[in-house]
């Protein structure tokens, strides 16, 4: 199963931009999906996860109110909306799905990964 996620980019401090994650084919493989990032020498951090179903929700504190997580599954697709970017916010941004139902925060327990796509924000 693999995920692709895409709509990274350059960014200025105040700005938004919005990520996309293809999400898998398979009902049972994307029970819960989620959004992690990862900055150099930093461990990849929790970000924000959906139930794909229900559509409840869970944020990092450090982006909750300004970053939104969604998913269409008509277009079986999931989404991340940042607004209000600060250059903390500049990291690579993986999607990720989970067999389970249960929202995780904790890499580990998702099974299926996207590549990465890079978000850069300046000052």
């Known amino acids: 199963v693999q995920l692709q996620a895409s709509g990274g980019g350059l960014a200025q401090a105040g700005d938004s931009l919005r990520l996309s994650c293809a999400a898998p084919d398979r009902t049972s493989s994307k029970n819960s999906m989620a959004w992690f990032r990862q900055s150099p020498g930093k461990e990849r951090e929790f970000v924000a996860a959906i139930s794909w179903n229900a559509g409840y929700t869970s944020y990092a504190d450090s982006v909750k109110g300004r970053f939104t997580i969604s998913r269409d599954k008509a277009e079986n697709t999931m989404y991340l909306q940042m607004n209000s970017m600060k250059p903390e916010d500049a990291a690579l941004y993986y999607c990720?799905?989970?067999?389970?139902?249960?929202?995780?925060?904790?890499?580990?327990?998702?099974?299926?990964w996207g590549q990465g796509t890079q978000v850069t924000v300046s000052s």
């Open positions: 990720a799905a989970s067999r389970s139902v249960v929202i995780r925060t904790t890499a580990a327990m998702y099974d299926y």
